[in-house]
């Protein structure tokens, strides 16, 4: 009986939760090579992704809201894991704590609704679009107005930055390309309809650019030549993003249809069907698409497979305008005026 009890300790050290070395390397295993802090054992946090991993799998996500805006909410970013800011057609801007639940700040300086937003990737500045038809290029963290871009005949749908171009997509069914000192480089024509949504190929100068024409197109910024045209859809375009994880674009529009396309043929590998209605907004994280539309609902897809993982129906009041998604959560907003935040990764303290 010491024996056995010997031999128990003895397998309990070697595997038990203390043993860093063997979590270690389950870790690496499953999750690839991450640096933890000193104070995080590999238990803990293999023990927290797991749990992570269960939580999208059956739609477990604490919700609670960000309130503050007087009219719809049009537009989000992310700032980093903790911050986003939003755009309304309040012509507000607000900077908010999303783990706090609080906003920090509010800017007033657009004539008509925000539409749209671009975050440069290291954090300095950031640009907002408007139906006032201007964009204006914000400092960070302070949030002061720098400079103010004109020359769309109409409202500013979407923009985004490529590299040290901003790119900018207008009713007036242009696209725009300018340099950082506000001057305009291009002014790229070929859609029939508003462009309504613009999003960067990584590692390119590429944009890609949704229209109500119902096509798309892959511009180079820096030429301004179309390198190809996307046909597929049935009605006029909404939402697009490319997914780096699958090399891919991710379109959504009035059919109430996403497709998923090759960047480099311009083929549609899948088509994803199960909104009533509009797909107003779309994300993508490492092949999980999540969509919101104006049947008020947000769904989250299998980018590969075409499959509905999750649904929500109870989230949001009233059509929904954007979303975002990372690796614990989902951000949505629409014309209810709220911010919902789905926290998939709640009490797990180890998440990176």
């Known amino acids: 009986m010491a024996c056995l009890s010997r031999a128990s300790r003895h397998c309990y050290?070697?595997?038990?939760?203390?043993?860093?070395?063997?979590?270690?390397?389950?870790?690496?295993?499953?999750?690839?090579?991450?640096?933890?802090?000193?104070?995080?054992?590999?238990?803990?946090?293999?023990?927290?992704?797991?749990?992570?991993?269960?939580?999208?799998?059956?739609?477990?996500?604490k919700t609670h809201y960000l309130t503050g805006h007087d009219d719809s909410v049009y537009c989000l970013v992310w700032v980093n894991k903790q911050q986003i800011i939003s755009g309304s057609r309040d012509r507000s801007i607000k900077l908010w704590d999303v783990d706090a639940k609080r906003c920090l700040v509010t800017r007033h300086h657009h004539q008509g609704s925000v539409l749209c937003l671009a975050m440069d990737p290291?954090?300095?500045?950031?640009?907002s679009g408007s139906s006032d038809a201007t964009l204006i290029y914000w400092t960070l963290p302070d949030m002061v107005p720098q400079m103010r871009m004109e020359g769309h005949l109409n409202g500013v749908l979407d923009v985004c930055l490529v590299n040290h171009f901003v790119v900018s997509s207008s009713r007036d069914t242009t696209v725009r390309v300018w340099n950082k000192q506000g001057r305009q480089l291009h002014r790229l024509t070929g859609h029939n309809g508003p462009v309504n949504a613009l999003e960067h190929?990584?590692?390119?100068?590429?944009?890609?650019?949704?229209?109500?024409?119902?096509?798309?197109?892959?511009?180079?910024?820096?030429?301004?030549?179309?390198?190809?045209?996307?046909?597929?859809?049935?009605?006029?375009?909404?939402?697009?993003?490319?997914?780096?994880?699958?090399?891919?674009?991710?379109?959504?529009?009035?059919?109430?249809?996403?497709?998923?396309?090759?960047?480099?043929?311009?083929?549609?590998?899948?088509?994803?069907?199960?909104?009533?209605?509009?797909?107003?907004?779309i994300d993508a994280y490492k092949g999980?698409?999540?969509?919101?539309?104006?049947?008020?609902?947000?769904?989250?897809?299998?980018?590969?497979?075409?499959?509905?993982?999750?649904?929500?129906?109870?989230?949001?009041?009233?059509?929904?305008?954007?979303?975002?998604?990372?690796?614990?959560?989902?951000?949505?907003?629409?014309?209810?005026?709220?911010?919902?935040?789905?926290d998939f990764g709640h009490g797990l303290s180890t998440l990176l």
């Not at 083929?267 to 107003?280: A, P």
């Not at 947000?298 to 059509?319: A, K, Q």
């Open 122 to 127: 290291h954090g300095q500045f950031f640009i």
């Open 13 to 61: 050290h070697l595997f038990g939760r203390h043993s860093n070395y063997l979590w270690h390397q389950l870790y690496q295993q499953h999750l690839g090579y991450v640096a933890l802090k000193q104070e995080i054992s590999y238990y803990d946090a293999y023990r927290d992704q797991h749990q992570l991993v269960r939580r999208w799998q059956y739609g477990q996500a």
């Open 288 to 342: 999980m698409v999540v969509s919101g539309s104006y049947d008020r609902t947000l769904r989250v897809w299998n980018e590969e497979t075409g499959d509905c993982l999750l649904s929500f129906h109870s989230g949001h009041t009233s059509w929904i305008f954007n979303v975002l998604i990372n690796n614990t959560k989902i951000i949505s907003a629409g014309q209810d005026k709220k911010i919902m935040i789905l």
């Open 201 to 281: 190929v990584k590692g390119s100068n590429h944009v890609i650019s949704a229209s109500g024409d119902a096509t798309l197109k892959l511009w180079d910024v820096q030429s301004g030549q179309c390198l190809r045209t996307f046909v597929g859809h049935q009605r006029g375009l909404a939402c697009v993003r490319y997914d780096p994880h699958t090399d891919c674009i991710i379109s959504g529009g009035q059919d109430g249809k996403i497709k998923v396309w090759d960047v480099k043929t311009a083929n549609c590998l899948q088509t994803m069907t199960g909104h009533s209605d509009l797909i107003r907004t």
